[in-house]
């Protein structure tokens, strides 16, 4: 990632600390605002027919358009989202870095305008929050949150799920969600995909190298004990007794070399 860090030596200066804050804060304002008057949110949406004609503020606020509905009361459930929000924001800042962050999000939802406009269809922000989850999976994988309040999940499978979620939506959805996916997930790529291929090429030499050492471990049918003369071993001749000779030779007792007779001593 070495154009990013030449970015951030030049442009450091223009992280936004706490941008995910912000956007909670106007995840909360909107949420009031679509409470008060329930048409706003058609407001906010990325439209790329409306912004041809002169609505270019939708090019922001649809990523301030807060997830409504589920098992909870609609206030409670946004409560939940904005706290959510804040809470993985903070942990990728400790990460990654304020100017990372604030590339990250930028980087997405740019990919999110051009499929917008490439596809022409109306997009929101949730693809791009839900990448948020991936990237800080990536960090904390092993932190566990409760769902409800109630249910100990670890991080990383509360990602997987999200993910399958995802790939059901990009499979059986229209080309235009498709489209949302593979835009939304440009900044996760980008900033992660040449360590996932790494990560996953290690492994599979781990696995090659695990592989081949097995193969080379003696089985349970080899012998321990060949005979250098006659060839027997103790799978042949069970009763057999093997010694190693002087000459580093292992021998059945049969074949053993005998000690050679030691010279006379010379008359004085």
Same mark, same amino acid.
């Not at 980087?107 to 990448?131: E, H, P, W, Y």
């Not at 060949?226 to 103790?234: D, F, H, I, K, S």
């Given at each position: ?31 009031? &605002? ?5 048409? $706003?949110?058609? #407001?906010? @949406? ?7 004609? =002169?609505? +270019? ?100 499978? &509360? ?5 399958? $979620?995802?790939? #059901?939506? @990009? ?7 498709? =489209?949302? +996916? ?87």
């Amino acid at each position: 990632m070495h154009w990013i860090d030449r970015a951030e030596a030049k442009f450091g200066h223009l992280a936004i600390p706490g941008l995910l804050r912000y956007v909670a804060a106007l995840n909360a304002l909107c949420f009031i &605002l679509i409470k008060v008057n329930p048409h $706003f949110s058609e #407001f906010l @949406f990325l439209s790329p027919a409306l912004v041809m004609q =002169g609505q +270019v503020w939708r090019l922001a606020t649809y990523i301030f358009i807060p997830v409504i509905g589920g098992v909870f009361p609609d206030w409670l459930g946004a409560a939940m989202y904005i706290l959510y929000f804040i809470w993985i924001g903070d942990g990728l800042e400790r990460a990654m870095g304020e100017f990372r962050v604030t590339l990250y999000y930028l980087l997405g939802m740019i990919g999110t305008t051009i499929a917008a406009f490439l596809t022409n269809t109306d997009s929101s922000g949730f693809l791009l929050n839900t990448t948020l989850l991936f990237a800080f999976a990536r960090f904390y994988p092993e932190t566990t949150i409760y769902l409800f309040y109630v249910l100990p999940v670890k991080v990383k499978w &509360l990602a997987w799920i999200s993910g399958v $979620f995802v790939l #059901f939506g @990009f499979v059986g959805g229209p080309w235009g969600y498709r =489209g949302a +996916v593979i835009a939304a997930l440009t900044n996760f790529l980008v900033f992660f995909g040449r360590e996932i291929m790494q990560d996953a090429q290690h492994r599979q030499e781990v696995a090659g190298r695990r592989r081949r050492f097995e193969t080379a471990l003696p089985s349970g049918e080899e012998a321990m004990h060949t005979c250098a003369v006659c060839g027997r071993t103790e799978l042949v001749a069970p009763d057999l007794d093997f010694r190693v000779a002087k000459d580093g030779q292992e021998y059945c007792v049969d074949h053993l070399p005998k000690a050679a007779p030691s010279s006379p001593e010379p008359e004085a």
